[in-house]
């Protein structure tokens, strides 16, 4: 079971990256999934989470207004589109799948981690 994180890179301050993190090895379709990211020196932190069909998510205050979770359960990925990006969101982004359909911000809800990509936010 692998989770692949990918999309990360370099932009300056208010421009606009997207993450996908494609599933392999079993399918999440019944899954929440959820974005973390860590920066240097800091704890992982929640980003992002949306229920198994989608109809639900949930975001950090940090990102409200700015970043959306979406998926595919037809492609087994989920995406995060992150705009007006900040030098503050510089961090290593990691996808996670949730134990059950639904789940929030908490780390103990979800057992399978992507690798991580680096996000960079130049001002």
């Known amino acids: 079971v692998q989770l692949q994180a990918s999309g990360g890179g370099l932009v300056q301050a208010g421009g606009s990256l997207r993450l996908s993190c494609a599933a392999s090895g079993r399918t999440f379709s019944n899954n929440a999934m959820g974005w973390f990211r860590q920066a240097p020196g800091k704890e992982r932190e929640f980003v992002a989470a949306?229920?198994?069909?989608?109809?639900?998510?949930y975001y950090a205050d940090s990102v409200k207004g700015r970043f959306t979770i979406s998926r595919d359960n037809a492609k087994n990925t989920v995406y995060l589109q992150m705009n007006s990006l900040k030098p503050e969101d510089t961090s290593v982004y990691y996808c996670a799948a949730a134990r059950k359909a639904y789940s929030g911000p908490h780390y103990s809800n979800y057992n399978y981690w992507g690798q991580g990509t680096l996000v960079t936010v130049s001002s």
């Open positions: 949306i229920s198994w069909r989608g109809g639900n998510t």
